[in-house]
């Protein structure tokens, strides 16, 4: 049996998570009978699965989701609980078989091991009941729109923001059942800043909105100086167009494009992959205030070429930590 202070495994994943289901490469580390994540090594963990809880460990085929691209069948899996179903894959199938293996062992010695996957929290069928309230929710708000749009009962504005607010209730019904009442309330003000954005004529409101809308939407795990960044940059970005001046907004569109796309990188990225994003944002901001075809040609190829760089940098520190 594992000792609580001894690491089975460790290593990088890519995890689903938070309130829009987005993924992120995290350090997982298997200690014991927990499985901890990470943004980066000898950071606080972001969260942990105890496998005392664990039911096991289920391949592509028997997970009720959609997968990435990049997840293969031989690359990802999920790691089921009494309480949720943790989604994951890798790069390696060596590596990922290894993962596997050691959780699928702790379970078996630790856990409460079933193999029937169909009773796996987030893989349950809904039921009759849930069904026809999110059915008549959405048939609801469909009329809705129908109506505010085509009866001539309200005026333009008004019908765009019956129609938002018919648009945010029909998405809450989509939203996974499993969301919680804090995703919930994400999601509305998410929407909330979406309508008000684009429907209230003045300029700083709608900038205002938008950053509120884009604070919404990020990731439970987003870090405060992330966020920072990507409101600055948002900020610029929508402002950019008050400016005159046409290289003047040019130039705060392009600083903003740079604060954003840092933001948007993880917080474990290094400084020269920094570097090369900072490139690809001042370049693609180059070629959006240039109006010229040959310009957006030449940016396709130099933002592919950097993404390229980036992750072979990626692939370098992986390397280096695995020695």
């Known amino acids: 049996m594992a000792t609580a202070n001894e690491v089975i495994k460790q290593g990088y994943l890519f995890k689903q998570g938070g309130s829009y289901r987005s993924w992120k490469k995290r350090h997982f580390v298997l200690k014991g009978s927990t499985l901890s994540y990470y943004n980066a090594p000898n950071e606080r963990p972001k969260g942990e699965i105890d496998l005392k809880t664990g039911r096991g460990v289920r391949p592509k085929s028997k997970c009720t989701l959609e997968w990435p691209s990049a997840a293969k069948a031989n690359l990802c899996f999920g790691v089921a609980t009494d309480s949720r179903t943790y989604y994951v894959y890798g790069t390696d199938k060596t590596d990922v078989a290894e993962w596997t293996s050691a959780i699928q062992k702790v379970i078996k010695k630790e856990g409460k091991p079933d193999t029937d996957h169909k009773s796996d929290p987030e893989g349950k069928p809904e039921g009759i009941a849930s069904k026809a309230v999110k059915g008549s929710v959405k048939l609801a708000a ?32 989509e939203a996974d059942r499993d969301a919680t009442i804090s995703d ?3 999601m509305g003000g998410a929407d909330a800043a979406g309508m008000v954005g684009d429907n209230v004529d003045d300029d700083a409101v709608r900038v205002v909105a938008k950053v ?3 604070q919404f939407e990020a990731d439970d795990d987003t870090t405060v100086k992330q966020r920072l960044l990507l409101a600055g940059g948002t900020a610029m970005q929508e402002s950019s167009g008050l400016v005159d001046d046409q290289i003047g907004s040019a130039a705060v569109n392009t600083a903003g494009r740079v604060l954003h796309d840092q933001g948007e990188a993880d917080s474990d990225t290094n400084v020269e992959q920094r570097l090369l994003i900072a490139t690809g944002s001042v370049v693609g901001g180059v070629a959006d205030a240039v109006d010229n075809d040959i310009v957006t040609e030449v940016n396709e190829v130099v933002q592919e070429a950097l993404e390229d760089g980036v992750e072979e940098l990626k692939d370098e520190e992986d390397e280096e930590e695995e020695d």
Do not use: H, M, P
Not at 148 to 169: E, R
């Open 142 to 173: 469909k009329i809705t729109k129908i109506v505010a749009k085509n009866s001539g009962l309200v005026d333009d504005q008004t019908a765009d923001i019956i129609s938002g607010v018919a648009d945010a209730a029909e998405k809450q019904a």
């Open 184 to 186: 919930r309330l994400k």
């Open 212 to 214: 509120a809308q884009e």
